[in-house]
């Protein structure tokens, strides 16, 4: 009976919650020839936040991600590590978008806020590498319930061993407002808790993902089905 009972779990658990892993890169084509080394690639010590308007998502929707990626493609200024230093990003829904986003932080964050990692990103560094930053805790986003903001503050950052442009979209002949579909808030060394908004503009950036689904009709029924038949011989074991 523990057997048949064993089994059952098995089978309700596999059904209930399948995680389908993906990724999705928002803000491509990079502008080209160009890029931005706040927050990451430079010795920027102040919070940063980047909102991404929803739409971005549709096409997945709901997702648990589990890293962000941030792209070098553009320019090689010859970095040979990653910055060191410490970083805490957090992820949260918010009603911020690219063009309404506040120039105060805490304006735009959201109610569901969580800090997704907190510590170093050093590490050898060759032009092309991609900024992997695998999160310690998941953030899971539903985008029909909003746009979705990165929220970093950066700590004793250093660049001694050069500064790295990460890919950007939104540049636009001096202006930083090419785009629709991200902004952010920035100020490097100034401001505790404002900053400089550039509408239509941000990071490239890359999102690996887990989802869940729900099972179908037809195979809860054949679930339904199986339990009825394992349940019963293990019955039928047991009057015997």
Do not use: H
């Not at 991200?182 to 100034?190: A, D, E, Q, T």
């Not at 941000?202 to 099972?215: A, D, E, I, M, W």
């Amino acid at each position: 009976m523990k057997k048949v009972l064993a089994t059952l779990v098995l089978c309700i658990s596999f059904l209930a919650v399948r995680a389908n892993a993906g990724n999705i890169i928002v803000g491509l084509p990079a502008d080209s020839g160009t890029g931005n080394c706040f927050p990451f690639g430079c010795a920027y010590t102040t919070e940063y936040q980047q909102v991404y308007t929803s739409s971005l998502f549709s096409s997945v929707g709901t997702i648990d991600i589990t890293d962000l990626e941030f792209y070098n493609t553009q320019i090689d200024l010859g970095a040979t590590t990653m910055n060191s230093g410490n970083w805490a990003i957090s992820l949260s829904t918010t009603a911020a978008d690219w063009n309404t986003i506040s120039s105060t932080y805490a304006a735009n964050i959201g109610a569901n806020n969580t800090l997704v990692f907190n510590g170093n990103l050093a590490q050898a560094w060759a032009f092309g590498d991609a900024l992997t930053i695998n999160l310690t805790t998941p953030f899971l986003y539903n985008p029909a319930m909003g746009n979705l903001l990165m929220d970093v503050v950066a700590t004793n950052t250093s660049d001694a061993n050069g500064i790295i442009y990460f890919d950007t979209n939104g540049y636009n002949g001096g202006n930083f407002n090419g785009n629709t579909i991200f902004g952010r808030v920035y100020c490097n060394g100034c401001g505790i808790t404002t900053g400089v908004v550039n509408n239509g503009y941000g990071l490239v950036t890359g999102f690996s993902y887990g989802t869940t689904t729900t099972p179908e009709p037809t195979s809860m029924f054949l679930l339904g089905t199986a339990l009825v038949g394992l349940a019963g011989k293990g019955l039928r074991k047991l009057r015997k």
